[in-house]
């Protein structure tokens, strides 16, 4: 099964009657909602898409991530490595790889334009994701601006 998830903070970035508003709408600092959607079912694959601000794409179009650069300050895990049974996560690799895809730096609340793809929380729904052993993560950034 597939399931797709957007953030709140894209959620709310974007029309009410955008195609993406029919995906799961996650706070991806929420670890027991987060936990509770992604292990309801038997998951194969997830595609999360998060908000960007960039002047590298246009507005309204979806880049594909290959990898993230945690700046939010936290982790999802941290004091849950007990209730997950995981010790070290190595996540080197967690998304498949696209053609252009980009490395994103995940900001929290506040996109920091120094970056060329700033996220929000983008990392923390991956990190779960990855924790849960669920493989095929598909990472994408919607620009807003």
Known sequence: MIIKIITEQLSNKLPKNSELQKHNIINPTNFNQLYQLLKAKKIDEIHVTDSTATNKTPPGITIPVQDHINR??????????????????????????????????????????????PSHYICHITTLAHAMNIKNIHGFLYNTI
Do not use: H, M, W
């Not at 049974?85 to 895809?101: G, M, Q, V």
């Open 72 to 117: 939010t300050g936290k982790n999802i895990l941290r004091g849950k490595q007990n209730f997950l049974a995981i010790d070290f996560l190595d996540i080197t690799t967690p998304y498949i790889l696209k053609k252009n895809s980009i490395i994103t730096n995940c900001c929290g609340e506040v996109l920091n334009n120094k970056y060329e793809y």
